[in-house]
């Protein structure tokens, strides 16, 4: 009774669960019922791109994605040879 | 030495995505290195049990056509460190997979995971087939209810018959125990349910677990946790009791662990033993 009036209430699991679905359901919707399968072109496509400049590995891309309901971030890390080289040097 | 874990049952709604997740989390708090994979192909839940659906950018199928490194697809649990997801294709279909692509990814998983959780798809086709095909044991989850009690025994013909192990014809089999799900005590006792003793005795498996029919499973599904990590709830503390003797312990067979009303469990008990 007493913490009722200190506390904010907590959102119940049901409403939870709404906006769970909300969220990823707005998102498959707006990829025409799909997931991003482009991401798999993307990577190839930076990969290709960044080889005009310099030599990188084939998994030195990492795409991390992340979706909520106002924003989503794309995340692309791209590893470079120089610091690869700066860290083996390091470690040796 | 990794174990491959088939989560399987024939019969949808039963509750494997619910069991895969929570073996899955049980596992990895014993510490163990542990991967849950979704082969449900194009109905992709298992990532929405574990609460990780915001986070998922490359899936098994991208890996097995080449597309995604493993470990780009494999999605860490933000709670436990020793679990990690790897999802389905929510646009692909079934014929996505193959034995050889689902092979080549154990083989990699193998090296790295302690244990390798396969979310079975409902049915016995396809997705369901290579979810079980390289398992060296299997889960049979199960409810005491006749059709999903005639597709367990189904399936079970299936893991003897229809995977690596049964094929290699030395008499290696999947060791299958069934984990019985949604199971109330009440109406059991009452006559209104099969007891598990009678499924037992149809089935003919050793018994991994009895999971009490729970409204916490609902709450976890809904928030997107393990039902194992709920350890107020009656459903997830028989989860962890399960995992225990998956991983080879002996733990007394409860239906509500933590609750003192056991008589009518070790009256069963007695008699089975």
Redesign the interface.
């Known amino acids: 009774m007493f913490g009722f009036s200190f506390r904010q209430r907590k959102p119940s699991?049901?409403q939870?669960?709404k906006e769970?679905l909300q969220?990823?359901l707005a998102h498959?919707r707006s990829s025409g019922?799909?997931?991003?399968?482009f991401?798999?072109l993307l990577?190839r496509d930076i990969l290709e791109v960044v080889r005009r400049h310099m030599q990188i590995d084939g998994?030195a891309v990492?795409?991390?994605?992340?979706?909520?309901d106002d924003l989503s971030s794309l995340e692309i890390n791209i590893e470079l040879p120089y610091a690869k080289q700066l860290k083996t040097q390091g470690a040796g | 030495m990794s174990k491959v874990i088939v989560v399987t049952s024939g019969k949808g709604g039963v509750g494997k995505t619910t069991s895969s997740a929570a073996i899955g989390a049980g596992l990895a708090t014993r510490g163990h290195k542990t991967v849950v994979i979704d082969f449900d192909v194009g109905l992709?839940n298992l990532d929405?049990i574990m609460g990780c659906?915001?986070?998922?950018?490359?899936?098994f199928i991208?890996v097995i056509q080449g597309?995604?490194?493993l470990k780009?697809a494999l999605i860490k649990d933000r709670r436990l460190e020793n679990l990690y997801v790897l999802p389905t294709?929510?646009?692909r279909d079934k014929d996505a997979l193959t034995k050889e692509g689902v092979k080549a990814v154990l083989d990699e998983l193998r090296q790295e995971f302690d244990y390798i959780v396969c979310d079975s798809p409902a049915g016995i086709e396809r997705g369901a087939h290579l979810a079980m095909y390289y398992a060296d044991e299997a889960v049979v989850v199960t409810n005491p209810e006749v059709s999903s009690v005639r597709d367990s025994d189904r399936v079970l013909g299936l893991l003897n018959s229809k995977t690596a192990l049964a094929e290699k014809g030395d008499g290696s089999a999947v060791k299958a125990q069934l984990l019985l799900t949604r199971f109330d005590q009440n109406r059991s006792a009452s006559g209104e349910m099969m007891s598990v003793e009678d499924v037992l005795e149809i089935l003919a498996i050793p018994l991994l677990g009895i999971i009490p029919e729970s409204t916490s499973v609902?709450?976890a599904?809904?928030?997107?946790t393990p039902v194992s990590l709920d350890d107020k709830s009656p459903a997830g503390r028989a989860y962890l009791d399960a995992v225990g003797r998956l991983v080879g312990e002996q733990i007394e067979m409860r239906v509500n662990p933590g609750e003192q009303r056991r008589g009518f469990f070790q009256r069963l008990l007695g008699r089975t033993a």
């Open positions: 699991s049901a939870t669960a769970r969220i990823l498959e019922g799909a997931n991003p399968d991401l798999p990577q998994d990492d795409i991390k994605l992340e979706r909520s | 992709r929405m659906e915001r986070r998922v950018v490359f899936d991208n597309d995604a490194k780009q294709s929510q646009t609902l709450k599904s809904n928030e997107g």
